[in-house]
């Protein structure tokens, strides 16, 4: 592999370039990754995750929001993480673990396409409500149906955990421009202390879901898999849906079950972009 190779993916319109550690010569910092992840100074993405080694898994994961913050874990950065892994060879396998921030996850290559990825499953672990845990500052040992006002607004949220933290918004009707003027503001409010990802969902039928995304660190998302992932855990809290459900986003849908104890896998297509090596002209600034 060449030094500073990248490849660049989608999985529903949500799309990440992968590095791995042991091929780049410059620092993934806080500056690099916006630089990279700029659409006009750098090559454009929702995100970069790095391969790095782990002494749990198979594999380690680091995954970093266009803004250079951190993410704990990442359903559709996991599962293009895990088509990446398998199209380029770093395993032969069809079934491994990854290791996150967030905890240790295990993927499926379930169909492939001229030899490469197509779709994969990702067992994204167990939802938590403990409130402490997501964290949620709201009083209670779980915050769901709790009541906040945000400027002129009150929303109802669900709070919930899978490693990283999302608030769940039920409306009857979903309006883009709502997710954009109050999920930046929902996201930074004092009661999340990490910040949090925005889900607004609507309820189609029992097994159908609908949703928009205000992502934590990257803003309005046309896709993802760990907030379509909280929604469906909340809804079948909540006994709005069954177990089985498909949650569509603008980007694309996925399939998502959950079973009694709250473990969750998550099903959908990835898509490789284009790969390529990242300029000296461009890395030659972080180093």
């Known amino acids: 592999m060449e030094r500073n190779f990248f490849a660049k993916f989608h999985g529903l319109g ?23 992840c700029d659409v006009h100074y750098g090559v454009g993405s929702d995100g970069i995750l790095l391969k790095t080694h782990s002494s749990k898994a198979d594999f380690g994961l680091r995954i970093f929001n266009p803004d250079g913050s951190e993410a704990e874990k990442s359903g559709n950065g996991l599962r293009i993480f895990a088509k990446f892994l398998y199209d380029y060879e770093y395993t032969l396998k069809r079934k491994f673990s990854i290791e996150t921030k967030g905890g240790i996850v295990q993927a499926s290559v379930d169909e492939l396409v001229d030899g ?37 607004r009150e929303f109802e949220i669900n709070c ?25 503001l929902i996201e ?23 949703i928009r995304i205000w992502e934590r660190g990257a803003g309005y998302t046309l896709a993802s898999g760990s907030s379509s ?4 855990s909340v809804m079948v809290k909540k006994g709005l ?3 089985n459900l498909t949650v569509k986003m603008p980007g694309g849908s996925l399939k998502i079950q959950i079973d009694e104890n709250w473990n969750i896998k998550m099903t959908g297509e990835v898509q490789e972009i284009c790969s390529g090596k990242l300029s000296r002209e461009l890395t030659g600034q972080f180093t």
């Open 14 to 36: 949500n799309d990440y370039i992968c590095l791995d550690e042991d091929w780049i010569d410059f620092v993934l910092d806080e500056n690099a990754v916006k630089t990279i």
């Open 116 to 152: 490469r990825a197509k779709l994969i499953t990702v067992d994204i672990g167990k939802a938590i409500f403990s409130a402490p845990d997501i964290p949620v500052l709201c009083g209670d040992k779980e915050c769901l149906g709790k009541k906040i006002r945000v400027k002129d």
């Open 160 to 184: 919930v955990s899978l490693g990283n933290p999302h608030c769940v918004i039920i409306v009857d009707q979903l309006d883009e421009n709502i997710v954009k003027e109050y999920g930046s």
């Open 188 to 210: 930074n409010l004092d009661i999340f202390p990490n910040r949090i990802n925005v889900q607004f969902a609507k309820v189609i039928s029992p097994d159908l879901v609908e």
């Open 229 to 232: 992932c909280a929604v469906a």
């Open 241 to 243: 849906t069954d177990r």
